[in-house]
């Protein structure tokens, strides 16, 4: 019975593991996917923007 005490570990965290996996696939693309698209561009737009006035203050100096 040690063996089986010693695989259960394994077991559940590989089930668990694929279910994250499906529903990472699952969630990616849809309806929501140009709704995210636009929240990551805008993210990194404000980072940008963010990186070239801080350089543009340096400058300055």
Same mark, same amino acid.
């Given at each position: ?12 965290? /590989?089930? @668990? @593991?694929? !279910?994250?996996? $499906?529903?990472?696939? %699952?969630?990616? !693309? !849809?309806?929501? %996917?140009? %709704?995210?698209? /636009? ?6 737009? $404000?980072?940008? &923007? ?6 543009? &203050?340096?400058?300055?100096?």
């Amino acid at each position: 019975m040690d063996y089986v005490s010693a695989l259960v570990p394994p077991v559940v965290m /590989a089930v @668990f @593991f694929i !279910g994250v996996i $499906r529903v990472i696939v %699952k969630t990616q !693309g !849809g309806a929501n %996917k140009a %709704k995210e698209d /636009a929240a990551v561009d805008a993210a990194l737009a $404000r980072a940008e &923007g963010a990186r070239q006035a801080s350089a543009a &203050g340096k400058s300055e100096v």
